[in-house]
């Protein structure tokens, strides 16, 4: 299938963090997070890390928590995408798999993002492009491609890594 043809199934509503990720080569992006996360990290203090950036937001630990959590999930779509014909996505309550999050160490998460990462990477690459218009669903998204689920993991690095870096004191807050 054509690159032209592959587009025509991505719609951009499909992906929410489709805003950060805008002309990037989604492989580079998630290729390139795990150091850029760890980078961003290796200079904070220990009560830096847990600090919170503001009320009801997650300190630079519990976004690696996140991350790495989110990695698993990710990890688990993209394999029943390639398991399954027309593939329903099970979403999961972030807030909910947050609350476990106090029992985690950054370095731990870390490493869990990292390692699950280049596993996940492992397979995107094995698989290439031949199978990204295969389609699956999202209950609240909608239709769309296993192109469209590494572009959403890409934007939602993005997306996270900025918050790290702004509570690292290296971008401005979003």
Not at 17 to 44: C, F, M, N
Not at 63 to 82: K, M, P
Not at 128 to 133: D, H
Request: aromatic share 8%.
């Amino acid at each position: 299938m054509r690159e032209a043809e592959l587009q025509c199934y991505c719609l951009p509503m499909t992906n929410p963090y489709a805003q950060h990720l805008g002309d990037r080569d989604p492989l580079q992006v998630i290729a390139a997070t795990a150091e850029k996360l760890r980078r961003s990290v290796t200079d904070l203090s220990r009560e830096r890390a847990e600090q919170s950036p503001a009320p009801g937001k997650w300190s630079a630990r519990e976004i690696a928590c996140h991350l790495a959590d989110c990695e698993i999930a990710f990890g688990f779509r993209l394999r029943q995408a390639l398991a399954e014909e027309n593939h329903v996505v099970q979403p999961f309550d972030q807030e909910k798999w947050a609350q476990n999050y106090a029992g985690y160490k950054l370095d731990d998460a870390l490493a869990a993002f990292e390692s699950t990462r280049l596993w996940n990477l492992a397979l995107i690459r094995k698989v290439g492009p031949a199978v990204y218009g295969k389609r699956l669903t999202h209950p609240e998204r909608g239709e769309m491609t296993f192109k469209t689920l590494i572009e959403t993991m890409a934007g939602h690095d993005l997306n996270h890594l900025k918050q790290v870096e702004a509570i690292a004191g290296r971008v401005a807050a979003a």
